[in-house]
Each structure stands twice: as C-alpha cells, then as structure tokens.
C-alpha cells in the first residue's frame, strides 16, 4: 500500500457513496521527504518590482516575459514571477536561501520568514479555519475541511510550509503537506465528504450549490467545535454572500463567530484546511478512477469531457452518477441526450431533512471500502 494512502485516525463527516474500491496503490510516485518550504508569495510596490528586475538581471537570471505578468526571472535552483497585481511568487528548491539572503535584507529590506508570529499575531491566535476542494471538478466528491490552529499548531505548519495552498503545484506534496498537517493539528480538524452520489442527492434537494457549499461549511465547524469547544473564532474562504452561510450556522445551532474573508487561504487555519481538503479529493478521485478502471482528470476541461464520453460510451450515462456531478455541463455533452440532471427540491423534502438522513463513515483503512454507518443519537445532542 502505497504512503499516500496511509489511514489516519481522523473522524469525519462522510458521505461518500458505497462501493469504493480497496487495496492497492493508485498514486505512482512516492511522496518527497520533509523538506523547506519551496514556495513564498509577497505583495511589493511597483518601485519594488523594477528594482528586482533590474537586480535579477544583474545577478545573470534568465529573464523572460510572463502573461499576465510584468517578467519570470529564472535562476539556477529558483523561480522568480512578478505580477500586475503587485504579487511576487519565489519557487524552487533554493527558494528559502533566496528570500532570506537576497530578498528580504535587499529588495523588501524587513524579515518575515521565521517572524510570522510577531507581524501576524492574529493568525497564531486559537481559532479555526474552513474551505472546500472539488466544486470545480467534474469529476471527484465534494471536500470541505476545518482545522483549528493556537500558537504551537500555527507554528509547526509553518515549519511545514503551509501557506497558500494554490500556490502547492504538485499533486503529490499536496498530499504529503495534508498527512502532516493531520499530524500537527493532532486531530483537531473535521472533514465533510460528499461523494458524487451523495452529492448529486443533495444537490437536487438544494438547489444551489451555494447552499450546499453553507451547509457543508457548517457541518464541518459544527464537528470541529465538538472536538475544540473552546475555539473562540472561526474564518471560513467567502464562497457566497455572507447571509447564505449565516443562515446555515443558524440552523444547525452554531454560535461560534465566523467570519468570512475572500481569499482568506493566507490565513494558516484556512491554508491549514484548504491543503487536507485537497489531500483527501484527490485520494478520492484516484480511488473512483481505479472503480471506472480509468485515470479521471481534474477540473472541466476537453480531456474531462473526453473521460466522460469515455465511461458513456463504455458503461452508458447512468455510470457517470456515481463518478461525477451531474448539474455540470459536462454531463449533458457526455451523455449526449440522455436523462437531464434534476434541479430543485424533491417530493416536497426540505433540504434540511434530507441532509439530517444522510449517513456517515470516517475514513476506511487505506481510504479503501467505506462502511456505511449512521449517526449516533447521543452524539447528535452533544
């Protein structure tokens, strides 16, 4: 079995259809040792960024335009890419070496790496964060993961390197970084599986993906603050207007102050939750593709219309129900004039009641077969 699979004890909320497959690797590669993190994004002024230009030139960088972008420096272990935005992102294996000796003391002229603690004491804090993985792919469940930080926790996952996760190119390290992320928060971090069975139910009931999306946030807090009670706070990545969330934290009875934030992933509890959310969708995603008995791609695009065309014409429309989700596009150009997705509650169910039936499963050994099991009453009312 490969690493990237290893079982955790980690209690989650999970609705992931019946019938996953077990045993065996999925992932190819082994996951890369302990390392420093290789990736560090900064905000500088305009002066700033033609000084680094002009300095990057002059330490012999390779210097080349970039879409979107004012340059991409390229030296020889780092990455250097300046954006309109004023964003600077450094990557690479000499990336630390790079910030620390050059970077900060010449360009930025103030430390932060090793200092994060003294300029964003806020982010050390006790409190917790939560965001999603999955509602773009076609493919693959729907992930929402919290995770609660304090002084020590925020500390080792800088140490690990967790910031912005969409900054994490490598599927593998993604993995990796959520293991370890698992071990640092020592348990203290929910997940909220749904599986593109469950998903597609809910979806229908719902109606809105934004809806779902609230009430999968607040699932997640809900089992976190079971876990934490004396979580003070809690920042989520704003995905709606802040009303929908706000009415799903109300229905299921969370008092915690939330609040929500765009692009809040530079919080080390939303970053935190951000990586084990994607760790999980992509353990999940190579599992249903090894239950299709093909590689299923990421995202929406023309090789994931391709995958679906694919199990269509190997195993007709209805197969695609259990691997992916069915109110995309994507759906009806695979299936090509097959059954259309239904939308809106059903048989009169309120969204609510149907998401109060749906079962739950913490994650198997291997992330193999997941048992099916119901909701305790006791732990409802706790």
Not at 28 to 40: A, G, L, N
Not at 209 to 219: D, F, I, K, M, V
Not at 291 to 310: D, I, Q, W
Request: aromatic content about 6%; proline content about 7%; glycine content about 8%.
């Amino acid at each position: 079995m490969s690493s990237l699979l290893t079982p955790t004890a980690l209690h989650s909320k999970d609705f992931f259809a019946p019938g996953d497959p077990s045993g065996g690797s999925v992932f190819p590669h082994d996951v890369p040792p302990s390392f420093r993190p290789s990736t560090f994004s900064f905000s500088f002024h305009c002066s700033q960024i033609e000084e680094l230009r002009e300095r990057l030139r002059a330490k012999g960088f390779e210097m080349k335009p970039l879409e979107h972008g004012f340059f991409e420096g390229r030296g020889r272990s780092v990455i250097v890419r300046a954006y309109r935005s004023g964003k600077v992102v450094v990557q690479g294996s000499g990336a630390a070496d790079f910030v620390e000796m050059f970077l900060e003391p010449e360009i930025l002229r103030e430390a932060r790496i090793g200092y994060e603690e003294a300029l964003e004491p806020e982010e050390s804090l006790p409190h917790a964060g939560s965001d999603e993985c999955g509602k773009g792919d076609f493919f693959g469940p729907l992930v929402v993961a919290a995770a609660y930080v304090d002084p020590e926790i925020a500390r080792a996952l800088r140490r690990l390197g967790v910031r912005d996760s969409k900054e994490v190119k490598s599927d593998a390290r993604a993995i990796h970084l959520s293991e370890e992320i698992r071990k640092a928060v020592r348990g203290r971090c929910s997940l909220v599986v749904l599986g593109p069975a469950k998903y597609n139910e809910l979806y229908r009931r719902f109606g809105n993906l934004n809806r779902l999306l609230a009430w999968a946030h607040a699932t997640a807090l809900c089992e976190l603050l079971r876990k934490v009670p004396s979580c003070p706070r809690a920042l989520v990545d704003q995905f709606a207007k802040a009303p929908v969330l706000e009415r799903a934290l109300e229905q299921q009875g969370l008092s915690l102050p939330v609040e929500q934030k765009p692009r809040a992933e530079s919080d080390i509890a939303v970053a935190a939750a951000s990586l084990l959310a994607r760790g999980e969708f992509l353990r999940r995603l190579a599992l249903l593709g090894k239950e299709a008995g093909m590689r299923l791609p990421k995202g929406a695009s023309s090789p994931v219309r391709e995958a679906a065309r694919e199990i269509v014409r190997r195993h007709g429309a209805e197969r695609l129900h259990a691997l992916a989700k069915i109110h995309f596009r994507t759906y009806a150009q695979a299936a090509d004039g097959g059954l259309s997705p239904v939308r809106g509650e059903d048989r009169g169910e309120s969204p609510s009641a149907v998401a109060s039936r749906a079962p739950c499963a913490a994650p198997s050994s291997g992330y193999g077969a997941i048992d099916r099991i119901e909701e305790e009453k006791t732990e409802r009312k706790s």
